[in-house]
């Protein structure tokens, strides 16, 4: 999932708006990283792609990113997107391998940030790294107006429950032990069918792409 041309200065066209705990802490986070690289809210904003009204309302607990909006903004800290979700201190380095064991801590983006998709994020890798695998779970509704997109591929393997996946116009129902491979140029999204689902969610990215995963 994830937003769409990051060299448009606008706003992500699927961020919501919020005054939660998880989003007022999420933007101190992010604050504090921002300065502690000794960057002004123009300058992060502009590398981002970004204006800076939208970069405030982040750091300010006002608006809730998306997966997407946050990488863009590790990438320009050099630093993990879960990192920004996590405690200080959380976060492991990279260094060449990441082994996430079953029973791990690991930063969790609850409700798709705004969107009901839920992340957990099962490698160190930092947003420099073209392949991002996360496990999913689907929300029992979407925003009809909500799709997403980005540069890059997306392979989706349902692990548990059904789902429906929609990528342009064609929906496809999923079920359990199914996987979906798609050019994620494409808008998409998807949502539960029947209760509870989980799928294991592999993210690709062009080396040099500007653009990350969400």
Do not use: C
Request: a neutral charge; charged letters at 20%; proline letters at 5%.
């Amino acid at each position: 999932m994830a937003i769409g041309n990051s060299s448009d200065k606008s706003p992500p066209a699927d961020t919501a708006s919020s005054d939660s705990p998880v989003s007022n802490e999420l933007g101190r986070r992010l604050r504090r990283r921002r300065r502690a690289a000794g960057l002004t809210l123009e300058q992060m904003a502009a590398q981002a792609g970004f204006d800076k009204g939208y970069l405030s309302r982040i750091e300010n607990g006002k608006k809730v990113p998306p997966i997407a909006t946050l990488s863009r903004l590790a990438e320009v800290l050099g630093i993990e997107a879960a990192s920004l979700l996590s405690a200080p201190g959380v976060s492991v380095a990279w260094r060449g391998v990441s082994v996430v064991r079953h029973d791990e801590k690991r930063p969790t983006v609850l409700g798709g940030s705004a969107f009901g998709y839920d992340y957990f994020a099962l490698s160190n890798a930092t947003a420099a790294h073209a392949l991002q695998p996360f496990l999913f779970s689907f929300p029992a509704e979407v925003d009809k107006f909500v799709f997403f997109q980005h540069d890059g591929e997306e392979l989706l393997y349902v692990l548990t429950g059904r789902i429906e996946w929609q990528v342009g116009m064609e929906k496809y129902l999923l079920e359990a032990g199914d996987a979906i491979h798609f050019d994620s140029r494409m808008p998409h999204r998807g949502h539960s069918l029947s209760g509870a689902a989980t799928a294991l969610v592999i993210m690709y990215s062009p080396a040099g792409s500007r653009e990350n995963l969400a």
